[in-house]
């Protein structure tokens, strides 16, 4: 019942933040999946045309840049994933700038690095243009800046990204679209690993979870992580299946959909 009931709130959003993954995006190939780019827009479209802003932090720029140009590809050493980087993002927000206008909604580019949040007049300044952009009716739509952020590409992640745009604009809701239903208690292909749609804590066996790899169904440790600092904030998280029809208006709806992490501050 307490998992129905925390669902059901999330109807009340009214500030949403949505990260989406580099394989929602694109095809096996690496090349930008147009459909799939197409779904997420729609989606997006419809909840702000339902009065529900939305901030999108977007993956995809390296894989598409890779997939663009491999045959000129030497090695993967740090400037050719920056140079990559570079390539993609030009792809991945041209792709995203033509789908929303034939949608009438306006997006706008927003690249940070973990320095925009440490430096309290720089975060103050993204704050305050994410919040014009809102006013603007306009979707920001977020990545990190690769090109120039070496730690980044080594060792961040979007998932942290996006829990911590979530955090400092207060948030309704964080959703982290991927290509798992959510957080499983073993191999998503085995019938025996049950599929954990509540989570209050993150506890030790939460975290053990997490730490199990399975390639191809993302990195959960990093979303764990991201969980960690928006339920703290009070926030709750959403981690389901990009793939689902209609995931995000279906979550919204209160639909038992992936899993869901609940912030600390009850009902």
Same mark, same amino acid.
């Not at 959003?13 to 580099?22: D, N, R």
């Not at 948030?171 to 957080?183: E, M, R, T, Y």
């Not at 979303?223 to 389901?240: D, F, R, S």
């Given at each position: 019942?307490?998992?129905?009931?925390?669902?059901?709130?999330?109807s009340k959003?009214?500030?949403?933040?949505?990260?989406?993954?580099?394989t929602s995006l694109s095809d096996k190939e690496g090349f930008l999946d147009l459909k799939k780019?197409?779904?997420?827009?729609?989606?997006?479209?419809n909840l702000k045309n339902k009065g529900i802003d939305v901030? !999108?932090? #977007?993956? *995809? $720029? %390296?894989?598409?840049g890779r997939a663009l140009i491999k045959n000129?590809?030497?090695?993967?050493?740090?400037?050719?994933?920056?140079?990559?980087?570079?390539i993609g993002q030009v792809l991945l927000m041209e792709a995203y700038r033509k789908i929303m206008e034939q949608r009438r909604h306006i997006v706008a580019q927003i690249l940070l690095t973990w320095d925009d949040f440490k430096n309290k007049r720089?975060?103050?300044?993204?704050?305050?243009?994410?919040?014009? !952009?809102? #006013?603007? *009716? $306009? %979707?920001?739509?977020?990545?990190?800046?690769?090109?120039?952020a070496v730690d980044e590409i080594k060792f961040g992640d979007n998932d942290t990204l996006s829990a911590l745009v979530?955090?400092?604009?207060?948030?309704?809701?964080?959703?982290?679209?991927?290509?798992?239903?959510?957080?499983?208690?073993g191999d998503p292909n085995d019938k025996n690993s049950k599929l954990i749609t509540f989570v209050s804590e993150i506890t030790p066996e939460i975290e053990k979870y997490a730490q199990n790899k399975y390639e191809g169904f993302g990195g959960m440790i990093t979303?764990?992580?991201?969980?960690?600092?928006?339920?703290?904030?009070?926030?709750?998280?959403?981690?389901?299946n990009s793939s689902i029809d209609n995931v995000l208006e279906r979550i919204i709806s209160g639909e038992k959909i992936g899993t869901i992490f609940i912030p600390k501050v009850g009902i």
């Open positions: 019942m307490i998992e129905e009931e925390y669902r059901k709130e999330l959003s009214k500030l949403i933040v949505v990260k989406v993954g580099s780019i197409e779904k997420l827009c729609d989606e997006i479209a901030i !999108l932090v #977007s993956s *995809g $720029a %390296i894989r598409a000129k590809i030497k090695s993967s050493n740090m400037p050719s994933l920056q140079a990559l980087a570079a720089r975060l103050r300044n993204l704050l305050n243009t994410l919040n014009t !952009l809102l #006013s603007f *009716g $306009a %979707i920001p739509i977020i990545n990190e800046n690769d090109t120039v979530a955090k400092y604009m207060q948030a309704d809701l964080l959703v982290i679209l991927s290509d798992v239903d959510g957080l499983y208690s979303k764990i992580k991201a969980a960690k600092i928006v339920m703290e904030a009070g926030i709750p998280m959403v981690i389901a």
